[in-house]
Structures are given as C-alpha cells and as structure tokens.
C-alpha cells in the first residue's frame, strides 16, 4: 500500500518540514516529514508567586465586600463565643448573605477575567493575564465563570490543584485545564484592544 494520500499523524495540526525528497524517474517520492506544530501561546507563563499575591489581593477586596453585605444583614461571617473559657468558631451567613457574596465573586471573575484585559484587579496589581489555551484571546464571562467554579476543584485535596502549576510544564492548575486557560505575564502578552 503506498503512503501517498495517508493521513498525517494525530494529535491536532502538523505541518511538513519540508518538501519531499526528489526522486529518480519510476520511484514513488518519499513521503513529507511531519513534525508537530506548537499549540496555543508559546511564551513565557506566570509564576507561582505573582499569582499566590494576585489571589491575596483579590481574596482582600472581595473579603471587604463580603464584609459589607454581612453588616447589611445585620450578621458576622465569623463569631468567637466563649464557653467555659473554650473558644470556638461559628461561621454565620444568612441564606441571602451568601447567595450575594457568590453572586459578587462570580460577577467579578467572570468580568475580569473574561473581559478583554483577562486580568482582576490582583491580576492587573501583579502585571498578569488569563488567556485562552489555543489562540491566546480572552475567554469570555461563561469561561471565567467555568474557571471561577473550577477553583474549588483545585481547593478540595489540599490545594494540590492550585500546587500541580509548580510542575506541569505550561503551568496550568487544575482550574486552567478544566477551563483551557493560561495565565501569563501582560508584558509578554499585551492586551490588544
């Protein structure tokens, strides 16, 4: 069976490193070498330690906000009762409190994030993005919403989705590969308008 009109190899797009070989008259050509073409961004990817300060940032807004809606309802988030001089901790919130507080991170993830600049204000403090995997483009509120959610995947065994960015080789935690994101730095990747 000759090789002439085989499919290329799976695996997403390849490309030809160069043309075929050239042939006596009566062989059949040598068929193209195809080599794996790079998907998505290929430049460098934001560390661990401005995306750590860039949570912190926006954990502390959204923390304030969080604070002003439980005062409005008239309740602590968190309350120390003393007991026979034990102390322990009560997380209170009513059930419109709380609906509000999700209501407001899923609104700020997902405008920021997937809003043109792909940054939230921790994002944008810390000089980084998130772009889409493939084409390097912002993804867009329903995938900043996807990723939002997805962050408490990457919470829920003792944040080793939020650690698996320290080894995986385009940095992604588990959130970034559920929602096919990167997160890299502004300067490598500016935001075009």
Same mark, same amino acid.
């Given at each position: ?7 290329? /190899?799976?695996?997403g ?7 075929a070989? /050239? ?5 059949t /050509?040598?068929?193209? $070498?195809y ?8 430049? &460098?990817?934001? =560390?661990?330690w401005?995306?750590? $300060? ?10 304030i906000?969080?604070a002003?809606?439980?005062a ?5 988030l968190?309350t ?5 001089g034990? !102390?322990? $901790? ?10 509000? +507080?999700?209501?407001?991170a899923?609104?700020?993830?997902g405008?920021f +994030?997937? =809003?043109?600049?792909?940054a939230t204000?921790g ?9 889409d995997?493939? !084409?390097?483009? &912002?993804i867009?509120?329903?995938r900043?919403?996807?990723r ?5 995947l990457?919470? $829920?065994v003792c ?5 698996w960015m320290?080894w995986d080789k +385009? ?14 730095p502004?300067d ?5 308008t």
């Amino acid at each position: 069976m000759s090789d002439q009109g085989a499919a290329p /190899p799976p695996g997403g797009p390849i490309q030809p490193t160069g043309p075929a070989q /050239p042939t006596q008259p009566g062989q059949t /050509p040598a068929p193209p $070498v195809y080599q794996q073409a790079p998907k998505g961004p290929s430049g &460098p990817r934001a =560390g661990f330690w401005k995306r750590f $300060v860039a949570a912190i940032i926006d954990g502390v807004l959204l923390g304030i906000v969080n604070a002003g809606i439980s005062a409005a309802f008239g309740q602590s988030l968190v309350t120390t009762t003393h007991t026979n001089g034990t !102390s322990s $901790v009560h997380i209170q919130a009513t059930g419109i409190a709380f609906i509000l +507080e999700i209501a407001i991170a899923v609104a700020y993830f997902g405008y920021f +994030e997937g =809003g043109s600049t792909g940054a939230t204000l921790g994002k944008k403090a810390m000089g980084i993005r998130v772009i889409d995997f493939s !084409s390097g483009a &912002p993804i867009g509120f329903g995938r900043a919403v996807l990723r939002y959610f997805a962050r408490f995947l990457s919470a $829920v065994v003792c944040l080793l989705g939020y650690l698996w960015m320290l080894w995986d080789k +385009e940095k992604q935690t588990w959130h970034d590969k559920i929602s096919t994101t990167l997160v890299v730095p502004t300067d490598a990747y500016p935001v075009t308008t």
